[in-house]
């Protein structure tokens, strides 16, 4: 009734400021954001040993590492530097039954790693990635001989990707701990 | 000269500006969608070693984090290796297999992230894999920065 006199006003919210308060929370995000990438050697532990005899493993398939706690290194008994593993690793499991000291196959190969107590967690996991790194070269050399591309690039859970994992996998057993 | 800048007088430069909180709102959404707030609150220190051959971790709601490092005393003192999971220091080593089995039974995928400080000696984290394997979380991962 009493709006009859003038016209009707739309109430109008104004926009200008919007850009500001996006501004606002954009700095905010940017600010708190943390775009850390979780990267690490990934492992799979052994599950706890039931009343079951582990099945036997023929001494040439098992190539045993041990660091001591000043960090050297014991290669099948023979004292080994960090660099070596990479190298020693690769021609223990890519053996195929070649040198009768070495491993039959890929698929039998188990690489066992012993550390002591007092190891310093770096040194460990150097000679872990060495380890890992002589399996993703062997892995790549293989998916370049049989499909001409390197392991990283082909596609995840892809045939090719698991036939070359079946070919080479990573079988490595950290052996359980002494007592005291 | 005076030719000249009457000329450019004239002539009417601006950016139109109107997108402008369209994009702004676009980075915003990214950020906030990629944006993980700090969920803890670290008390030990934590200086990660690095490593060449790692992977990343694609799903991040699988993981559940273990920092193992020398607790923080204060005025940046640094005491004993302690184990911390989620906000509370651990004092009892035989109690991460109950946490770590409840987490596994909450996401039966779950892997655990080792944060571990460089200098700590091993002996530490055989304990917690130990713990680990009674709790049957066996997917783990040695968190590294990556070698240059």
């Known amino acids: ?180 | 000269m005076s030719k000249f800048k009457k000329k450019q007088a004239k002539s009417k430069q601006g950016v139109p500006t109107s997108a402008m909180p369209d994009i702004v709102f676009m980075l915003l959404i990214f950020f906030m969608v990629t944006t993980v707030l700090r969920e803890v609150e670290l008390q030990v220190q934590i200086d990660y070693t690095s490593a060449e051959n790692i992977e990343k971790i694609e799903q991040k709601r699988l993981v559940s984090y273990i920092y193992i490092g020398p607790e923080r005393l204060g005025g940046g003192e640094l005491g004993d290796t302690r184990v911390q999971i989620d906000d509370s220091l651990i004092d009892d080593i035989g109690s991460i297999r109950n946490i770590m089995y409840d987490k596994l039974m909450e996401e039966p995928r779950l892997i655990v992230s080792l944060r571990v400080d460089e200098n700590s000696e091993f002996g530490m984290i055989t304990d917690v894999q130990q713990e680990l394997r009674h709790a049957g979380t066996l997917r783990i991962n040695y968190s590294t920065l990556r070698d240059i």
Request: cysteine-free; glycine content about 4%.
């Open chain 1, 1 to 180: 009734m009493f709006n009859k006199e003038g016209k009707k006003e739309v109430p109008e919210i104004e926009g200008s400021s919007l850009a500001d308060i996006a501004f606002l929370l954009l700095i905010f995000f940017l600010v708190v954001t943390t775009i850390d990438v979780d990267a690490g050697i990934g492992m799979v532990l052994p599950p706890i040993p039931d009343d079951v005899e582990p099945p036997p493993v023929r001494e040439r398939n098992l190539m045993n590492i041990l660091v001591n706690a000043q960090g050297m290194v014991l290669i099948n008994e023979e004292p080994s530097a960090i660099p070596e593993v990479r190298q020693r690793v690769r021609e223990f499991v890519d053996n195929n039954g070649v040198d009768p000291n070495l491993s039959e196959s890929p698929e039998d190969a188990i690489v066992s790693i012993k550390t002591d107590r007092r190891t310093p967690y770096s040194v460990y996991i150097d000679m872990l990635d060495e380890v890992m790194g002589a399996y993703n070269e062997l892995r790549d050399q293989a998916s370049q001989d049989r499909f001409g591309v390197p392991y990283s690039a082909l596609e995840d859970d892809s045939v090719e990707q698991d036939e070359i994992r079946d070919a080479y996998p990573k079988q490595i057993s950290i052996a359980e701990p002494d007592e005291g």
